[in-house]
């Protein structure tokens, strides 16, 4: 008797740390029982390591930039023609969330992540030539074999359209099969749930939470590191 009230009392307290946390983001009673049921479909089918969401490539073979899939292209960023255009698609918020290390709490400058030799970068261009964003692998590890994945859509007329979702499954591929990267992760606000559910449909898993890591507008933020492994 004794064991199943403990039971009780510590199963009670995980729900009201739960119900604490979710309460900051204020949802809607529907968010609730999606929450509510894809915590039930998780014990009911515990997945394992093994288990985990594969690498949502689109290519098993070396691949070399520029890179064309369906109606996108990826190629080599070219400092002295698509500088400028980086400059512009960071001067508001969103985009300057590509020059922001959570991490570190810093905020680089285009010329600081240009310049880092351990920085790799790949422009976004629709099928007629239209640049549209950007994706990089920073802080390159070719002896550990892994790197930090960002991406940014800097063109309002391509965002919401799936294509930011393409690039990255073709980004990831050259990452993994060309420079043989093992591990690529990526930081986000706990917050940021549309970022996590997008990582997380593209093989992305969670890593690990820096808690009250820094403060954003007087508020403490969490930080999530999610990473894609290959095995």
């Known amino acids: 008797m004794t064991n199943d009230i403990e039971e009780m009392l510590f199963n009670d307290t995980i729900l009201q740390h739960i119900v604490q946390e979710l309460k ?11 929450i509510a049921n894809q915590l039930l479909d998780v014990a009911i089918n515990k997945p394992s390591q093994d288990q985990m969401t594969p690498p949502a490539v689109i290519s098993d073979k070396i691949i ?8 996108i292209v990826i ?6 023609k698509d500088s400028a255009i980086l400059n512009e698609w960071t001067q508001n918020n969103y985009g300057k969330e590509f020059l922001f290390s959570r991490i570190d709490d810093k905020e680089n400058t285009v010329e600081d992540l240009l310049n880092d030799k351990l920085n790799l970068f790949g422009i976004i261009e629709s099928a007629d030539k239209i640049p549209m964003g950007i994706l990089g692998f920073l802080n390159f590890d070719k002896l550990n074999k892994k790197a930090e994945l960002r991406k940014l859509i800097g063109n309002n007329d391509f965002r919401g359209k799936g294509y930011g979702k393409k690039a990255t499954k073709v980004w990831i591929s050259y990452g993994i099969n060309t420079l043989k990267l093992r591990k690529i992760y990526i930081y986000t606000y706990d917050t940021n749930l549309r970022n ?7 093989g992305f898993n969670l890593e690990g939470i820096f808690k009250a890591e820094n403060i954003s507008n007087g508020v403490l933020q969490d930080i ?5 492994i290959v095995k």
């Not at 900051?24 to 999606?34: A, E, G, H």
């Open 24 to 34: 900051q983001y204020k949802l809607s009673p529907k968010d609730y029982i999606n």
């Open 64 to 71: 070399k930039l520029p890179i064309q899939f369906e109606d």
């Open 75 to 80: 190629r080599e960023f070219d400092h002295k």
């Open 196 to 202: 996590i559910r997008i990582n997380r449909e593209v």
């Open 224 to 228: 999530i590191r999610m990473a894609l």
